[in-house]
């Protein structure tokens, strides 16, 4: 099926299966009760969901394929932002121009840090990204602020030309992105008893665009081009002493990377036409590392694992407070309920970085691998279960 084997076939028909559905899977609990916390199937951290799937997935294809570690994808990132909000200001408020040309500047941009950055490998390939990256936030914070709006960020305006399009609609105010008319904050609620599903064009879009990449990203890694990458982290050296040049195939896994990261930056965009030098900080770097990583790297779907992981816990766990913390142990004695709160308030809200960070400790230790190795390990477990009930049954025809 679309000249994938039966089992990439099997993980692409997942991601579908879990993006086209995601406002139903995502929305669990119904809207009154205590659990509707958990929920996370509304368009804005659903869009972002797919988003920093599209955005791991390619850091997966540099670090997941060639082992090269890159703390400075974020300046992509926001380069795909700024140049989607530059197109939102001066063409048209369609989302098509506007992602086309994140991809093509980001592109060109991973093209000119790849090129420096690949002369050194390892760590200092790594430095040398952070530094790039660093560089460019400083750029955009302050040097370029003609471009950039410094730290107010850039946004748009009633003063935009807009060739293409209407500067103001009929009301005076900045008219909303839009693919061919269809506006991307366009949401249609849908009631079902106590449950509420919201289904977003702008999350669609975004559901689509990652089905795709993670599409490509199947076939690059089943291409001869992606077992060249396996070679360069497997054996880089031995590699070249074959004859074979590796530079071509790691600065061409560099600037795939960056174009993936730039358009996750043009659909952020997209979703919000607000574009800021914060996107470009190393600590959005850290994260798309931190995704790979918890996910499973080098697997296909981890990085999407990954990421949805983190921004649940970014979105929803964060915002859980002493409140709701004593309405869900309000059945306690009062003593007892404000020991349990005191006891669990430094891993909630403000502190959910902790309670994330000893999650991928663990991670780390015990599932080397990410989430994908436990999700591996738990179906050999089951099928482990499985196949001596089947052998009792023949053994024991009677029970």
Known sequence: MFGLNKKDTSLLLIVIVLTLFAPFILNPFPTGSGLAQFNAGYPDLMQRFAIFG????????????????????????????????????????????AIILSVIIAGLFALVIGYIS??????????????????????????????????TGLQLTLD??????????ADGSIPVTNLFGIEMRSTYNLAVGPWDFQFNMGYYLCALVLIAAFY????????????????????????NY??????????????????YAGLAGGLMASMDPLAGAERMQWTASGEVVLMTILGGAGTLIGPVLGAGFIKYFEN???????????????????????????????????GWHLTLGILFMLVVVFLPGGLVEGGQRIAGWVRGKKKPDAHQSETNPAE
Do not use: C
């Open 54 to 97: 599209i955005f791991a997935v390619g850091f997966n294809i540099l670090f997941g394929l060639t082992g090269y570690l890159s703390f400075g994808h974020a300046a992509f990132l926001g380069v795909g932002s700024y140049s989607a909000v530059w197109m939102f200001k001066l063409l048209s408020m369609n989302v098509l121009p």
């Open 118 to 151: 690949l002369r050194r490998s390892g760590i200092y390939f790594s430095i040398l990204t952070l530094a790039f990256a660093q560089m460019s936030f400083s750029l955009a914070y302050s040097v370029l602020t003609p471009i950039t709006n410094g730290e």
């Open 160 to 169: 935009d030309p807009r060739v293409l399009g209407v500067t103001s609609t």
């Open 216 to 239: 490509l990203s199947i076939r690059i890694f089943r291409s001869p081009f992606g077992m060249m990458l396996r070679a360069v982290k497997s054996n880089q050296q031995r590699m």
């Open 242 to 259: 074959t004859g074979l040049n590796s530079k071509p195939y790691t600065l061409a896994a560099f600037v795939i990377s960056g174009m």
């Open 316 to 350: 929803i766990f964060s915002k859980i407070n002493d409140n709701i913390l004593h309405s869900w142990f309000s059945f306690m004695p009062d003593g007892l309920e404000d020991f349990v709160v005191f006891l669990v308030h430094p891993f909630i809200g403000k």
